[in-house]
C-alpha cells in the first residue's frame, strides 16, 4: 500500500512517539500498561560522572483511542542532570517547526553539537487496516534549548528510519519535581490529524541515553577544533537511602494519565557506601 507524501508523514510522527490507538486485546491480568526502567554506566561509581539510560515500554495489547501528548520522566534530586556537562549549547527552534511538528531539516536541524544532551531510538507498530502490522523504528536526539523562567528548555528530534521515514520536533524542559525527586524531563507532542481510516499506532519502546558515549562536543585548542567526549550525569557521592527513584507519567488528549516508578540499585562498585536521607 502507497500513501499520499502528507499521510505518510502523518504516520511516521505518530509512530514515532504518538499513541492514537493499541490493539484491541484485553489486558487483563497482563502486563502493566506502561513500565519505567533506568541504569547507569557498569562501571560507574558514585561521585564520578556516568551515562544514564532511561528505557519506557508501552503494552501495544493496551487500549486507548487517546493520542499521547506528554511524556514525563522525573529523577532522583540527587543526580546532577542540569549540572552536568551536558548542554553547553543552545538549540533554538522557530515555533512553526513545533506547530507543525513535521520539519525538513538535516542532520540536527542547524543546532549545534554541543547542544545534544541524549541519544537513543523509539518503536512503535503501525497496524493498517488492511490487517497488516508494521513496525516503525526512528532515532531520538534530546538537545538543550533557551533557558526561560529559571527552566532549561528541551528539543527533542525524531527521525524516522523505517519503514516511512520524516523528521520531526518537539519542545520540553526540566522542570522541578516533589521529593523524593528534583527534576523532571517533560515532553510535550501537539495533537496531530486523526488517521484512523488509514491506520492505528501504539508507541512500543522509547530509549533514551543521557551523557551517552556516542555524544561529542568540540573545542578550539590552540588553533584547532578538538573533538571530545563531555562528562554525563553526576552520581552523589552516596547513594540516596533504597536508591535512585525514576517515575514516567503519560498524559493523553482525554485528560487520563499512567504512571510507573522503578528503583535503580547504587552502582555496584559502590553499593558498600554508607546509605544516606
Known amino acids: ?87 553547553l549549547a543552545t538549540c533554538t527552534r522557530p515555533a512553526a517547526d513545533f506547530a507543525a511538528v513535521l520539519i525538513d531539516a538535516a542532520g540536527l536541524g542547524g543546532c549545534p553539537a554541543n547542544a545534544v544532551m541524549g541519544v537513543g531510538s523509539a518503536r512503535a507498530i503501525v497496524r493498517l487496516t488492511d490487517g497488516q502490522a508494521i513496525p516503525e523504528y526512528a532515532t531520538v536526539t534530546v538537545l538543550s534549548g533557551a533557558l526561560e523562567r529559571g527552566r532549561l528548555g528541551l528539543v527533542v528530534y525524531v527521525d524516522g528510519q523505517r519503514p516511512f521515514g520524516a523528521k520531526l520536533a518537539f519542545e520540553g524542559e526540566v522542570r522541578g519535581a516533589a521529593p523524593p525527586y528534583g527534576g523532571a524531563l517533560t515532553v510535550r507532542m501537539p495533537q496531530v490529524p486523526a488517521i484512523k481510516e488509514l491506520a492505528t499506532i501504539a508507541l512500543v519502546e522509547l530509549r533514551v541515553v543521557l551523557g551517552s558515549h556516542a555524544i561529542r562536543y568540540y573545542e578550539r585548542r590552540r588553533g584547532h577544533t578538538v573533538a571530545y567526549r563531555p562528562d554525563g550525569v553526576q552520581l552523589p557521592a552516596a547513594c540516596p537511602l533504597g536508591g535512585f527513584r525514576f517515575q514516567a507519567q503519560v498524559g493523553f488528549s482525554d485528560g487520563s494519565r499512567r504512571t510507573a516508578s522503578s528503583v535503580t540499585p547504587c552502582p555496584r562498585a559502590v553499593a558498600s557506601a554508607r546509605a544516606t536521607r
Open 1 to 87: 500500500m502507497r500513501f499520499r507524501p502528507r499521510i505518510r508523514a502523518a504516520l511516521v510522527v505518530l509512530a514515532a512517539l504518538c499513541a492514537a490507538g493499541g490493539l484491541d486485546v484485553a489486558v487483563a491480568g497482563a502486563s502493566k500498561p506502561i513500565r519505567v526502567s533506568a541504569a547507569f554506566d557498569r562501571d560507574a561509581t558514585l561521585g564520578s560522572s556516568t551515562a544514564l539510560e532511561i528505557v519506557l515500554r508501552l503494552d501495544p495489547r493496551w487500549k486507548t483511542d487517546a493520542q499521547l501528548t506528554e511524556v514525563r520522566i522525573a529523577y532522583p534530586r540527587s543526580l546532577g542532570v542540569v549540572s552536568s556537562g551536558l548542554g
